[in-house]
């Protein structure tokens, strides 16, 4: 089977010299669920950034469903976007809109400009957004302002949102570091939820190694730019922490 993502040598200095990325290389085949860890500043962000095109890498390659998209500009990058749908940290809602409203946000891409501007959208369209409120176990709150709502409630609007998008990669940036344990379950059951039932490929940075082995088909760990591991979340042993993690690092839990 041919990956779904290719990354090639792929290199990242930004212009106060900061290096992020020295030549990372790894592949994502169709239907993963991958996750990326590594200390704050080992690149995780930046990679995903790389992908999506938020940020030019300064070398390498990116293969995206077997095309190079390395140097994509204008609007080949939307449209590359439109198959890489994104979530973050900070769940980008707007807060003053109903749940429905922000879901159907997704869905702008392939809307016309008056349509979106005047907030309207078909029936088609609308019974997504419910089918895939439902799949994330927030339907009964679709009419609710997302400012009402709970941080791990919000992130999952943001993954029904990312959904409308019609994905072929879910790129998920530090989704539950904002939240508190048990929330971060929730979210992260629901993202296995679409990695199975959707065939969803996910790429997933996080910091805790208990989530990692928890959730991941596969892991690769990044340290200071450089790619140090890559297998199996099991596979991670005290020395393969402290190797990613550094000597004395101690793992914490989220049961």
């Not at 040598?9 to 169709?30: D, H, I, M, R």
């Not at 922000?102 to 008056?114: A, D, H, K, W, Y």
């Amino acid at each position: 089977m041919n990956p779904l993502l290719s990354i090639k040598n792929l290199k990242k200095t930004y212009p106060n010299g900061v290096e992020a990325l020295k030549g990372v290389s790894l592949s994502v085949q169709p239907g993963e669920f991958l996750v990326v860890i590594g200390l704050s500043g080992s690149g995780k962000s930046t990679l995903l950034k790389c992908v999506n095109h938020l940020i030019d890498p300064s070398a390498g390659e990116i293969i995206f469903n077997g095309k190079d998209i390395t140097h994509a500009k204008g609007e080949e990058v939307q449209q590359i976007r439109q198959q890489m749908a994104m979530i973050f940290q900070s769940f980008n809602l707007v807060e003053r809109h109903s749940v429905i409203s922000n879901v159907l946000m997704g869905s702008l891409s392939r809307t016309p400009i008056l349509k979106s501007i005047l907030g309207f959208f078909s029936t088609a369209e609308k019974a997504k957004a419910m089918d895939y409120l439902k799949l994330v176990g927030i339907d009964d709150q679709a009419y609710y302002r997302a400012g009402q709502l709970s941080g791990g409630q919000k992130q999952r609007v943001a993954v029904a949102r990312a959904l409308m998008q019609n994905p072929k990669i879910l790129l998920a940036d530090e989704p539950v570091a904002s939240l508190d344990p048990a929330t971060c379950h929730v979210v992260m059951d629901y993202l296995k939820k679409i990695n199975k039932e959707l065939g969803l490929t996910i790429i997933c940075n996080l910091h805790f190694l208990s989530l990692v082995r928890q959730y991941a088909t596969r892991v690769v760990a990044l340290k200071n730019g450089s790619l140090v591991y890559e297998g199996s979340p099991q596979e991670i042993d005290e020395k393969w922490f402290e190797k990613i993690y550094g000597e004395g690092a101690k793992q914490v839990h989220v049961r």
